[in-house]
Each structure stands twice: as structure tokens, then as C-alpha cells.
């Protein structure tokens, strides 16, 4: 009979990866405290919750959402990286840990309700951010209408520019005429 304290925690990770947009699998065995620490610390500046897991606890977690094909994945040490806002933001902080260190390892992703294999956050990381995509749609659509507006106020511009260039012609034929005759 499972313990109360493990039900617990099984019912808890459940939750968790129901609302996550992403979870990464990591094996993080070789990392020593210093650099879990580290990494910790940059998943927190990211939004991205980490936390050292056990298998069983996990596999039962999974099936209670069901979803299939990470059993093969959950072996051996086993912490998550859960993002519950950008997918994304786990990837860019692990590519980015990767680079000065060995581990962690990626095993596996759960995204958007679908096992993938752990080689595929290097695609994540690459990705832009919501907030970037964001901010490119707002930079695309600003200029669209800026380019509506000068085109739709482009006649009106040329009408005045015209009429300007019309009283200048008549001020000049009429100051030519008026000086002919004095």
C-alpha cells in the first residue's frame, strides 16, 4: 500500500503535468550541487519549475492523464522541467546550460500532449519566445497600416500639391500681368 505522502505526490504531479504547456525529462546524474544549483537558479529566472522525481511516481502521474510512450524514458534519474506559459523557456535554458556543462540530459518532452524524443529541444530552443512572436506581429501590423494610411492620404496629398502648384502659376500670371500694365 502506497504511502499517504506518495498518493500526495502523485496527485500533485498529476495536476501539474495536466496544466503544463511542456514538460522536459532530464537525467541529471553527474551534475554536481554547485551546478544544480545553477540550474535551478536560471529555470526560476525562466518561469520553468524544476524538480527531481521519482519514476514510479511519475509513471502513475502519466497514466492518470493518459498519456503513452514515456515508460521507455523513465529510467535511471529522472528530474522535470515543467513550463506552464512558454514552451519553449525550458529548452533555451538548458541549451544554454549545455553549453559550459555535460548534463543534463534530455530524454524526452511531453508537448502539447505528445511524447517526443529528447534530441528535439534543441529545435525548441531556436524557437522565438510568445513574447517575440508577439512583438514581430505587432511590428508587422504597424507597418501595414502605416503603408495603408500613406497610400489612402496619398491622393489627397497629390490634390493639394496640385492646387498649390496652381495658385503659384496664377499668382505668377497675375503678378506678370499686373506688372505689364503699370
Not at 132 to 149: F, G, H, P, Q
Request: proline share 3%.
Amino acid at each position: 500500500m502506497p504511502s499517504q505522502k506518495n498518493q500526495d505526490e502523485v496527485i500533485q504531479l498529476t495536476e501539474k503535468l495536466d496544466k503544463a504547456t511542456a514538460v522536459y525529462f532530464t537525467d541529471f546524474l553527474g551534475l554536481d550541487v554547485s551546478s544544480i544549483t545553477e540550474l535551478r537558479s536560471e529555470f526560476f529566472k525562466a518561469s520553468v519549475e524544476f524538480k527531481v522525481v521519482k519514476n514510479t511516481l511519475l509513471k502513475l502521474a502519466v497514466k492518470n492523464i493518459n498519456i503513452e510512450g514515456l515508460d521507455d524514458f523513465l529510467v535511471g534519474s529522472t528530474a522535470i522541467a515543467i513550463s506552464y506559459d512558454e514552451p519553449t523557456a525550458p529548452a533555451k535554458v538548458l541549451k544554454n546550460f549545455t553549453e559550459d556543462h555535460d548534463k543534463p540530459k534530455v530524454k524526452a518532452i511531453l508537448f502539447d500532449g505528445e511524447v517526443l524524443e529528447g534530441s528535439e529541444y534543441k529545435k525548441f530552443a531556436s524557437l522565438p519566445t510568445k513574447d517575440e512572436l508577439l512583438t514581430k506581429l505587432v511590428m508587422m501590423l504597424n507597418r501595414s497600416i502605416t503603408m495603408l494610411a500613406r497610400t489612402l492620404s496619398a491622393p489627397i496629398t497629390n490634390l493639394v500639391s496640385s492646387l498649390n502648384n496652381l495658385k503659384r502659376s496664377e499668382e505668377r500670371r497675375v503678378g506678370k500681368e499686373c506688372r505689364s500694365r503699370w
